[in-house]
């Protein structure tokens, strides 16, 4: 069974930079699948950040696209979420999770919160 | 604003059938597959089709998924109090980004 586990500060003053980790465990980061950001700010509906392919190979949500980055790191079997110059509109809770949309997403973590606040 | 249209709400009585359409256009749905979540706020989000109409292990036939043209429809039947959750679609797009839907809210009276 593929357990991922975000982990990151829950709390990211505004202006800075958000900076999350999510460890996978039961499976290869190495292996053929997309390993993707997806978060929800309080009150609203889910919304898709990006994605990284096994290959290095990303994709981001154009609205997002000029201040986020996703990388792997294969030796940890872990891969990152990088998002700078946040305000509070960035506040959410924020998941990792394997596969696609056609694939579907069937693997997630329990999410985090994060609060963009001074 | 999604790209996906789904009602922002739905209701129906335990053991009901409701239905849940999520609109796109040629560059998302009408080109590519969709797949639906169920998803409880603070929990994980919850596959309940992918690839249109396929259903992973564990997901009970009353989840049933469709899609025509450039519109997907998530059903559900024999509508039970622990089915009450906000539902997501989701698809590519052109861009080669994911959409998800706005969501829908399901009440079971």
């Known amino acids: 069974q593929v357990h991922l586990q975000e982990s990151g500060p829950g709390l990211v003053t505004p202006s800075g930079t958000l900076s999350l980790s999510c460890v996978v465990s039961?499976?290869?980061?190495?292996?053929?699948?997309?390993w993707t950001w997806v978060r929800q700010p309080p009150g609203k509906g889910l919304e898709w950040i990006g994605e990284?392919?096994?290959?290095?190979?990303?994709n981001y949500n154009p609205s997002l696209k000029s201040r986020v980055s996703i990388s792997a790191d294969k030796s940890n079997n872990q891969f990152s979420l990088r998002l700078t110059s946040v305000t509070a509109a960035d506040t959410a809770v924020y998941y990792c999770?394997?596969?696609?949309?056609?694939?579907?997403?069937?693997?997630w973590g329990q999410g985090t919160l994060v609060t963009v606040s001074s | 604003q999604s790209v996906l249209t789904q009602p922002p709400s739905v209701s129906a009585a335990p053991g009901q059938k409701v239905t849940i359409s999520c609109a796109g256009d040629?560059?998302?749905?009408?080109?590519?597959?969709v797949s639906w979540y169920q998803h409880l706020p603070g929990t994980a989000p919850k596959l309940l089709i992918y690839?249109?109409?396929k259903r992973p292990s564990g997901i009970p036939d009353r989840f049933s998924g469709s899609k025509s043209g450039t519109s997907a429809i998530l059903g559900i039947t024999g509508l039970q109090t622990e089915d009450e959750a906000d539902y997501y679609c989701?698809?590519?797009?052109?861009?080669?980004?994911?959409?998800f839907g706005g969501g829908t809210k399901l009440t079971v009276l």
């Open positions: 040629n560059s998302n749905i009408g080109k590519n597959y």
């Open positions: 039961g499976a290869s980061i190495r292996s053929a699948n997309w």
């Open positions: 690839e249109n109409y």
């Open positions: 999770s394997r596969g696609s949309p056609s694939s579907g997403y069937l693997s």
């Open positions: 989701v698809t590519w797009d052109h861009t080669l980004s994911a959409l």
């Open positions: 990284i392919y096994h290959s290095g190979i990303a």
